[in-house]
């Protein structure tokens, strides 16, 4: 069966943000718009925002949104009680989304919209293998402001090792079916969990972004990304 597209998005916001203090100390820092803006150029549409510190101004921030996006509709989903990890997150979130599959993206990176335009490879890269979790990944050699060498391989068959094809990052955007985070723990848990689970069953896959990308995770990598943008 072949995958709806464009498919609707989670995006992942409920972080605390430890990494990027003191500027998260008074105000969440995600990229909202800059995540948004290359996923609603190529159609989606619906997109659900996980919240949890700074709940009120991260509310503020999405309700503010679909002027930035007319024709997007944004709906939040609240973690009051504690975080509940990436993969809970993304669980809990999937009664505010519809379609089969969906994205689940972080809101911690990015690529502008006017590089590439990956969903439509993603989505082609799942329907061939339709149980897999299909993984953005960024060359190392296009990437600012991310500290490690690489994450894991990608052959030229689109698979997902350990050891075996080119090094590359996740980018942190994941095209999966519902099932993986429906049948994820009750308990708070991290997206890496499912990825690692589809690579050791031989189900996952990878698509490469053929554009730089800006990964904000520090106040270093911050500067670097708002240099390599204003040098174009």
Request: aromatic share 6%; proline share 8%; net charge negative.
């Amino acid at each position: 069966m072949q995958t709806r597209f464009p498919p609707a998005a989670i995006l992942l916001a409920a972080g605390l943000g430890t990494r990027l203090r003191p500027l998260t100390e008074t105000r969440p820092l995600p990229l909202i718009e800059r995540v948004v803006a290359p996923l609603a150029a190529e159609g989606v549409s619906r997109f659900a925002v996980n919240a949890h510190y700074r709940a009120e101004q991260m509310t503020a921030a999405v309700s503010a949104l679909p002027v930035r996006f007319p024709g997007c509709r944004f709906a939040l989903s609240h973690e009051d009680e504690m975080p509940l990890g990436t993969g809970g997150g993304a669980r809990k979130a999937l009664d505010l989304v519809e379609g089969d599959p969906v994205l689940v993206s972080n809101t911690d990176s990015f690529w502008r919209r006017e590089d590439d335009a990956p969903l439509e490879r993603m989505a082609r890269r799942l329907d061939q293998t339709p149980d897999a979790i299909v993984l953005l990944c960024a060359h190392p050699a296009r990437a600012h402001g991310f500290g490690r060498s690489h994450d894991f391989c990608l052959d030229p068959r689109g698979t997902i090792t350990l050891d075996a094809g080119l090094p590359v990052i996740y980018a942190g955007l994941a095209l999966l079916g519902r099932r993986w985070l429906a049948d994820g723990p009750e308990d708070p848990f991290s997206m890496l969990q499912l990825f690692e689970r589809a690579e050791e069953e031989g189900r996952l896959r990878g698509v490469l972004l053929n554009a730089p990308w800006f990964h904000v995770g520090d106040p270093e990598g911050l500067a670097e990304a708002e240099h390599a943008l204003r040098e174009g």
